[in-house]
């Protein structure tokens, strides 16, 4: 799966999160754009954990801010799942 | 800019709440008159929300040997069990909670909090896997961050979801530990331990319980959820606090394990911070001894527990699924939750306002604990003041109370 195929995914599941939320982008702020608090962040952590079938340790996801940053942990996670 | 800048949303949200009439964070008790009964802004109040779920903190024996304890070794330690040296009343308290769970070890911290943050903090180690349940309460979470191990969430009460999210973790020739919680905090409900620890030994990992509400509350001797579900054995730490069947204050972990002595010298939480003064844990030894014969109070309190619930969902109120001390109802939103909290204060009854982001699912709940001591009479006053509250608030309608009569 490439970048933007991860990114639209992550959209897709922040949108089941806020469905009102508008222009969500690859370069939003996950945090600060979209006000989300850090127990909607775990939630949307979860439900990526599933769709990916992978395991994403909360620590791994400090410092991501981006849709974009959040989108190369997965990809990194799926790459360590596969090695 | 002022350091506090980063929390000017916080500063929003405290000032909403508080705006609707009484701080919910700072509530003063201008006299406390028993287990259940206070003095708030000079009116009698009845107190539904102490987590005293035994009422012992008046228990005249306690605070017999806690008076004397006080006036034997003063009224504190001056420092930690590791710098400045135990005195006789914690290696007794240790010795007496180790034989109560029927456990090799037993270690006492100053808090509840701080056995939590000490313990999952210690035992998860870098290349160990913590996973936790996702509505476990604010000192496991913080745990979590004091943790060099990689940290998963499960979904809350779901031993089907843990067993996927165990399958997907790598082996890093560590260990998993999986934490849970007796009766959860909020909605009071408990954690399906049977089928967890099933799941825990397919995977060979480690189970911890914080059984902060439920020891002293559940099982025939009080030992708590792990004693009622008959799986004692399958869990390796059962942490607790004193704060609240106890009535006092402190944490503790007990456990069967091999060197557990090592604890006492890696706990940061444990080692770091000044042990509990004798007064109180003499309190502790004794209230210990009012749990453990305390078969009775537990059958009044479970009935006051079952009274209380079903007088709320007759009233047609919405509550938690398990019928425990814990009787939670969920309002719609945080402005209905913080006017009703209001209204229950001004007429005399004092409950906890739970609002997110403390409560699962972004729930805003009015969140009543009932004691062993509530008689008859104050909860049915209660429930009275929950109805015609709630039914001037438009949460519950007249009609429905009728059929229910
Ligand atoms: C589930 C749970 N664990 C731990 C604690 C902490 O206990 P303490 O208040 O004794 O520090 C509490 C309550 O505060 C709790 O609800």
Known sequence: MNDEEVVAIIIKELLVIMPNASDIASETNIVRDLSLDSLAVMDLVMALEDYFDISIPLDRIADTETVFQLAGVVQSLQTEVRA | ?405
């Open chain 2, 1 to 405: 800019m002022s350091i506090l800048k980063k929390f000017e949303e916080l500063r929003g949200a405290y000032n909403h709440v508080k705006e609707a009439g009484n701080d919910p964070f700072s509530v003063c008790f201008d006299e406390i008159l028993s287990p259940t009964e206070g003095v708030v802004s000079g009116k009698k109040t009845i107190l539904l929300g102490t987590n005293n779920y035994l009422g012992l903190t008046f228990d005249k024996q306690s605070i017999e040997t806690a008076v004397s304890a006080l006036r034997e070794n003063g009224t504190g330690t001056t420092g930690s069990r590791i710098a400045n040296g135990s005195y006789g009343w914690h290696a007794r308290l240790e010795s007496n909670l180790a034989s109560f769970y029927g456990r090799d070890h037993a270690m006492v911290f100053t808090t509840g909090y701080q056995a939590n943050l000490g313990i999952i903090a210690t035992l998860a180690g870098r290349d160990d896997h913590l996973v936790i349940d996702a509505d476990s309460h604010a000192c496991i979470y913080d745990a979590c961050k004091l943790t060099p191990a990689p940290v998963t969430r499960f979904k809350h009460n779901d031993p089907n979801d843990l067993r996927t999210r165990l399958g997907r973790i790598k082996n890093n020739g560590g260990n998993i530990i999986v934490v849970t919680e007796g009766i959860f905090s909020m909605l009071g409900d408990k954690a399906p331990l049977k089928e967890i620890v099933e799941v825990t030994k397919e995977f060979g990992a480690y189970l911890i319980v914080d059984e902060a509400h439920s020891m002293g509350v559940l099982g025939k001797h009080g030992r708590g959820l792990a004693e009622e579900c008959g799986v004692e054995d399958d869990v390796d730490f059962i942490l607790g606090t004193f704060s609240k069947s106890l009535g006092a204050i402190g944490g503790f972990c007990v456990s069967n394990i091999a060197d557990f002595d090592l604890l006492k010298v890696a706990c940061r939480p444990y080692m770091f911070t000044a042990s509990l003064p004798s007064s109180v844990v003499a309190s502790v030894v004794t209230a210990l001894e009012k749990v453990e014969k305390g078969e009775l109070l537990r059958e009044k309190l479970m009935s006051n527990a079952r009274y209380l619930h079903s007088k709320m969902i007759a009233a047609g109120f919405s509550v938690g699924p398990d019928v425990s001390p814990v009787v939670a109802l969920r309002l719609q939103s945080s402005e209905m939750a913080i006017s009703f909290w209001n209204a229950l204060l001004n007429e005399g009854l004092y409950v906890n306002l739970a609002l997110p982001p403390a409560t699962p699912a972004n729930m805003s709940l009015l969140r009543c604990s009932v004691s062993s001591s509530h008689s008859k009479i104050q909860i049915d006053k209660a429930v009275a003041l929950f109805t015609k509250i709630g039914i001037e608030f438009g949460v519950i309608e007249p009609e429905l109370l009728a059929q229910f009569g």
